[in-house]
């Protein structure tokens, strides 16, 4: 199997690909910066002060990096990360801090994207720094942003981040092709299992036109103005991979729908 890094953005399915990336590597070969670290991406700090002795030591590295991280990965690495479509991504993670008890007070949905940004009551508080990870979030991610102003991202930090994605990132999967992806995955790093995990929770994924009748004219606005460069890269990936996909698939298909069967 190959030496992989998984460049993982929250709420993009990476507890069911931790589960297919345990199956494989086994929990001593894999180094995950959620695990090893106090902060969400304190992991990223302690691979560069140890990143000579660290890369050869393990065969799988996983968690919340900063995109610093990224150019000091070895060659030798494959690695990818997996992308969901932004409105989707917002309102999941949202949820998550809510079922989670992050909020000192309680929040809707509502209040989350038309309060938080600009209440002053929230300025320089733990709820303002969780709403910029609703943020274009994917761009931040890229570009090493995630801890700028709200209105900080623009046009040349998506520009940099296509940069980047293009250049670091040897496969980007898909929340809403998971099947498909993790299958690819499976298949182009040499994993001896690749029967995974059914993924329930984004089963039938919702079209933009589902979510606009569901959250509403005015907040499904909002929360796409918050990210506007989000959605350009979101759908710019999955136009520069449909071919790949497609191909991919069509010449492994037995294969692929063996695996789907077979799925726990």
């Known amino acids: 199997m190959k030496k992989i890094f998984f460049f993982h953005i929250t709420k993009t399915a990476g507890t069911s690909l931790r589960n297919l990336l345990l199956k494989n590597y086994g929990e001593n070969q894999i180094y995950d910066s959620c695990a090893n670290s106090r902060g969400p991406n304190a992991g990223s700090d302690l691979l560069y002060e140890n990143n000579l002795d660290l890369f050869p030591q393990k065969n799988c590295f996983m968690g919340h990096y900063r995109s610093n991280i990224l150019p000091i990965i070895p060659n030798s690495f494959f690695r990818f990360t997996f992308l969901r479509e932004p409105v989707s991504r917002a309102v999941s993670w949202f949820y998550y801090l809510k079922k989670s008890n992050h909020f000192t007070s309680p929040l809707t949905l509502e209040e989350f994207f038309f309060d938080v940004p600009i209440q002053s ?5 733990a709820t303002l720094a969780y709403f910029k990870q609703a943020t274009n979030v994917y761009v931040r991610s890229f570009t090493n942003n995630l801890g700028k102003d709200i209105n900080f991202i623009n046009q ?3 520009t940099n981040a296509i940069t980047n994605m293009h250049y ?5 999967g898909f929340l809403e ?3 498909e992806s993790t299958f690819i995955l499976s298949k182009l790093c040499n994993f001896d299992d690749i029967f995974y995990e059914k993924l329930n929770v984004i089963s039938k994924p919702k079209s933009y036109r589902n979510y606009r009748k569901e959250l509403g004219d005015e907040l499904f606005n909002q929360i796409i103005s918050y990210n506007k460069y989000d959605v350009e890269l979101y759908s710019y990936a999955r136009n520069i991979t449909k071919d790949f996909y497609k191909n991919f698939i069509s ?13 726990s």
Do not use: P
């Not at 009551?121 to 508080?125: E, V």
């Open 251 to 263: 010449k492994n298909l037995e294969e692929f729908e063996k695996s789907k069967n077979t799925a």
């Open 168 to 172: 670091y990132f040897d496969f980007i």
């Open 121 to 125: 009551k929230y300025k320089k508080t």
């Open 177 to 179: 092709k998971y099947n």
């Open 156 to 158: 040349n930090n998506y």
